[in-house]
């Protein structure tokens, strides 16, 4: 979502600002925009529709001199993507420039309040944003004599809604700031040499640092080229103690590869590897022996296990509850986090809820993970790829996950990541509430131990894959049946087709076809079947035959060698046979690989979709 960088040093700013923006595209934007301020206090302002490459063409033509600035990758929450609604914006005076990520849930009311000012000094709202009060408000208190930093805290007092932002004053060339409240992502501050940069994540700051602070919720920044210091709810301001981070640049290059997305599908049996090593120990048989930060005593007491999440996250969390169910051996339930945390359900302490978020920051799991902690109490354990990020902060433990950043916006590594970390606590759980017997759990382990390579085949299947999109490229429907342990399946595969390949897809409980999606099948509107052999297998068959009676076009994902599925189907994609809860392993890499030359056959931005951002920090 909404990506913010800034600079302040010795060196022109706007390439840098640029080079940031181009680091965070992966968070999904529709508008660039870019402001710096020269020695004169002249303020350079750019803002464009589209990609970065169109901002970095007018900063070409228009110049941006200055070596202070701030820029903005927007995804539009208030008002279409344009030029005008594109940050940084301007108070009505000119005087004050920002940008922000997230939002200002109260804007109506603030933009009724400060129009008597604008009123009065004939002046109209720039934009159709929510954004534009933030700047009028900073304005009115500096016009009142306040400092910038006091006005910024004022403002940032007033705003409802989650919101980071970053702001300089016209007449300070010297000096930028940034606040934080809420968790509308985060605001990370990198420190140079006699030069200093904020971002949104921390991709945009290594080529420069590695050396960062994280503003906190309610924290209001000072930034100029020797430091920062930084104010929290009334303290007197202190300078925080950067920390080094071990993030590798070549980690976040594409390589040999056309798309971030098909170099992290290739990626995912190191990332399950990396995630696993030393959590699932077999002489003794033990998982998760070190790293969650909860005793067995707390897994004991445990009666039921609650999973959360959104997106791709939600269908781990799907397949999570089917492990915890039959691997732990107590009930287990999974909720879509935007919807849990409305809901009034009965809890209680002795409920465990683990909120699978790859980002960490996804606002709706954060809100359901504040709703746990305020009204029941309820353990938490947060599964993650962002050590650090905001969830591990309030859960009470956390697994994280070793994929390394995943750049492309649809989640693809972070999947099977979520789902190692699944299996591992499904494990932990059943052995710390002794319904797992020592040898159960050796052969869980020995058989997750077998999912890298289930994986390895999987990615093998990329040239079937691509064949099969060739032929349904262009089909305007899919329909994507699964059972048990592959119905999540089914639904996530669907999901990938329309997050990036933009074709309308529905992933469905087989069993389900026949009460209502059926009535949509004709020989135009292809089904994708996921049939490995086990112990739905017949039912997933009998479900094949009544599509095949409506001339739909079967599209079966099986065990390799399954001739009997083969004959059976109009097309086949053989992966290798796993055991019956590992399915997910092997057939995710190809509901992955098919959505992703459906996109690559219809000529689509598979790393970054219309529309969609990586990191969503509004509800
Ligand atoms: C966005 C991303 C998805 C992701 C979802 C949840 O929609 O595009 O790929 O699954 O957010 O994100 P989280 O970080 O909570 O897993």
Not at 137 to 144: D, G, H, N, T, Y
Not at 340 to 351: K, Y
Not at 430 to 443: C, E, I, K, P, Y
Not at 578 to 590: K, Y
Request: charge should be negative.
């Amino acid at each position: 979502m909404c990506g913010i960088v800034g600079y302040v040093g010795p060196r022109p700013a706007a390439e840098l600002l640029i080079t940031g923006l181009r680091r965070l595209e992966y968070r999904g934007y529709d508008s660039a925009g870019i402001a710096t301020l020269d020695d004169d206090c002249t303020l350079h302002r750019h803002r464009t529709v589209g990609e970065v490459d169109n901002l970095a063409r007018t900063v070409a033509v228009g110049g941006a001199p200055g070596s202070t600035g701030i820029a903005h990758t927007r995804w539009a929450t208030h008002g279409i993507p344009s030029d005008h609604n594109a940050h940084p914006h301007a108070s009505s005076a000119g005087d004050v420039i920002v940008v922000q990520n997230g939002i200002v849930e109260n804007y109506r009311e603030l933009r009724a309040e400060l129009q008597a000012f604008l009123d009065a000094e004939n002046r109209s709202w720039q934009s159709d944003t929510d954004t534009e009060v933030i700047p009028e408000l900073i304005s009115r208190q500096l016009a009142a004599g306040r400092s910038f930093e006091d006005s910024l805290a004022y403002a940032v007092g007033r705003l409802r809604g989650a919101n980071a932002i970053a702001a300089f004053h016209r007449r300070d060339p010297d000096r930028i700031y940034a606040a934080r409240k809420g968790s509308a992502g985060g605001i990370v501050v990198g420190y140079g040499e006699g030069e200093m940069f904020i971002a949104s994540d921390l991709p945009a700051l290594l080529p420069h640092t590695t050396s960062v602070h994280h503003l906190e919720d309610g924290d209001i920044a000072a930034i100029d080229r020797d430091g920062v210091s930084v104010r929290r709810s009334g303290e007197p301001a202190f300078k925080p103690t950067p920390r080094e981070v071990d993030l590798d640049p070549i980690a976040i290059a594409r390589g040999p590869y056309r798309h971030f997305m098909l170099k992290e599908i290739h990626e995912q049996p190191r990332a399950l590897s990396d995630t696993i090593r030393g959590r699932a120990r077999l002489n003794p048989p033990n998982a998760l022996p070190s790293d969650l930060n909860l005793s067995d005593a707390t897994l004991r007491e445990i009666e039921r296990v609650l999973v959360i999440g959104m997106g791709t996250s939600l269908h781990a969390a799907m397949i999570g509850r089917w492990w915890i169910e039959q691997i732990a051996g107590i009930p287990a339930d999974f909720d879509n986090a935007s919807e849990f945390r409305f809901r009034a359900p009965l809890l209680g302490p002795s409920t465990l809820v683990v909120a699978v978020t790859q980002s960490g920051e996804t606002i709706d799991t954060l809100g359901a993970m504040n709703h746990v902690r305020d009204r029941w109490g309820a353990p938490q354990v947060v599964i993650t790829n962002v050590d650090g990020s905001e969830a591990t902060r309030q859960a009470d433990a956390s697994i994280v996950m070793r994929c390394g950043p995943e750049v492309g916006v649809a989640s693809t590594k972070t999947f099977v990541g979520s789902l190692a970390a699944l299996y591992l606590l499904a494990c932990r759980i059943g052995r710390a509430q002794g319904r797992l017997s020592q040898d159960d759990l050796t052969v869980h382990l020995e058989q997750l131990l077998t999912a890298p390579s289930l994986l390895e085949r999987g990615v093998q299947r990329a040239e079937r894959c691509s064949e099969i999109a060739q032929l349904f490229g262009s089909a305007s429907n899919f329909l994507v049946l699964g059972r048990g342990i592959e119905y999540p399946l089914a639904m996530e595969a669907a999901l990938k087709c329309k997050e990036i390949s933009y074709v309308h897809a529905e992933g469905y409980a087989a069993g389900e076809m026949k009460h209502g999606p059926i009535a949509l099948l004709d020989h135009q509107f292809p089904v994708i079947a996921l049939a490995p052999r086990g112990p739905l297998f017949d039912k997933m068959t009998s479900a094949i035959q009544q599509v095949s009676a409506r001339r739909a076009p079967v599209i079966a994902i099986g065990d390799e060698g399954d001739d009997e599925l083969a004959e059976l189907v109009d097309h086949f994609i053989g992966v290798p046979p796993a055991p019956p809860l590992l399915t997910p392993f092997s057939l995710t890499p190809v509901v992955q690989l098919l959505a992703y030359h459906i996109a690559l056959a219809r000529g689509l931005d598979i790393d970054q979709p219309r529309n969609l951002a990586k990191t969503v920090t509004v509800e």
